[in-house]
Every structure is written in C-alpha cells, then in structure tokens.
C-alpha cells in the first residue's frame, strides 16, 4: 500500500464544474500541501495544511487529520485549471508525494 | 532572486559523462531540497539541506548522486557517469524554516536531463 494515495487518477470536467480530488495518507503527517504541476513541468503550491480547511480563490482544500484525509476543490472549473494536482505530506522533514490525479477541463 | 532559479533549463548528455545540475534558491531560505520526476512517474525525494546541519540524503538512487550547497546557498547535484535511467526533470525547492512551517515551499522550474 503506497503512503499517500489520490484518486481519481484522471479527471476530465466541463467548464463551470466543481472539482474534488481526494488524497488519503497512511503515515503520521505534520503538514500536507496540495501541489499544481503545470503542462510545461513547472510546480506550484497551492496550499499548506495541518488542520481545518484554507480557501484561495476558487480553491478550497480540507484536511481531517482523525481520518488522515484531505480534499481539494475547485469551484467554477476552467480549462485554465487543466493541471496535475500532487497531494504531498511532510513526513518529519521530506516530503512524500501522491501520485497525482491529472485534471483536464473541457471549454 | 524572486523565485528558485534552476540551470540548465534542459540538458542533453551522452551516457558515462558527468553532469552538473544548479538550484539557486530563494535569498534568506535556508532549506533546499532536490527531487527527480521520471518520464510518467511521480516526484522522487533526493536529498535535503537545512542550514549548517549535515544534509539528509537518504533519498539519493546511488553513490553515482551527490549534491553540495556552498555558503547556505546555491546548491550543485552532481551525476557521475549518467546512466539512460538517470533521464528525468530534476527539481529543485526551497523554504524558509526546515518544516515548511507556515510558509510552504517554492519550486524551481526543473531541469530537463536527457542521457542518451
């Protein structure tokens, strides 16, 4: 059982819909971020989580370290979002890296 | 820099000879990390460096991987006689405290190796 696991895997949306994408973490965790890896390779992150729920814009993601979850939503979807989302946990110092769910939003 | 600044952006080598691959982090940040995204494949944690201390590197593949930050700052990976299997993105990342505490971590753009 891989560490930190994300699904769906792919995911392919119509402009205007909410998007979750799901991440579940096996190990003991002091913070999770959720990554955007963008069509040319370039990384950006999006959000650092320990508790509750942070909100950017159009982004929302929650963790519920009880349930060792966390999701990432996307409201109001657009093909600029088209993306691979990473979901990455800080296990003590390193980091460990989901294996991505690769969004794709259609005009 | 505003940003961490990864050199070359690509690199094209011929398998056995050595490379260099450079991360210039953010100025003030004094944890870097290098990791390695394979063709298809998800990102690979190499090895860790957090101010003076001794770096963590317990990521790196083989004894063919080192990696060195001079001064607390700019950081060098080097891959001695590459290997085809060595072809990835390399990438770099920084933060201002070693936990990412509340600050997150910038990435730079990667470096693109391709040993053929």
């Known amino acids: 059982k891989n560490e930190v696991e994300q699904s769906p895997q792919n995911l392919t949306a119509q402009e205007g819909e909410f998007i979750t994408i799901n991440c579940s973490y096996s190990v003991g965790i002091s913070a999770l971020h959720w990554l955007q890896q963008h069509p040319g390779g370039g990384i950006v992150s999006l959000f650092m989580l320990s508790s509750g729920k942070k909100k950017h814009g159009r982004l929302i993601a929650t963790i519920n370290i009880q349930e060792k979850h966390s999701s990432l939503h996307i409201t109001a979807s657009h093909p600029r979002d088209s993306a691979v989302y990473i979901c990455a946990v800080l296990e003590g110092q390193n980091f460990v890296f989901g294996p991505g769910t690769r969004l794709s939003v259609l005009p | 820099g505003a940003g961490v600044s990864q050199s070359p952006s690509n690199k094209v080598t011929e398998k056995g000879k050595d490379v260099e691959l450079r991360c210039d982090p953010i100025?003030?940040?004094?944890?870097l990390y290098w990791y390695r995204q394979s063709l298809g494949q998800g990102l690979e944690f190499l090895i860790y460096f957090q101010g003076n201390s001794a770096p963590d590197k317990s990521g790196l593949p083989s004894d063919r991987f080192s990696a060195e930050r001079t001064g607390g700052s700019v950081s060098t990976l080097t891959i001695q006689r590459t290997q085809q299997e060595d072809s990835a993105v390399y990438l770099c990342?920084?933060?201002?405290?070693?936990?990412?505490?509340?600050?997150?971590?910038?990435f730079g753009s990667g470096t693109r190796l391709t040993v053929v």
């Open positions: 990342a920084s933060s201002p405290s070693g936990t990412g505490g509340s600050y997150g971590y910038t």
């Open positions: 100025s003030g940040h004094t944890a």
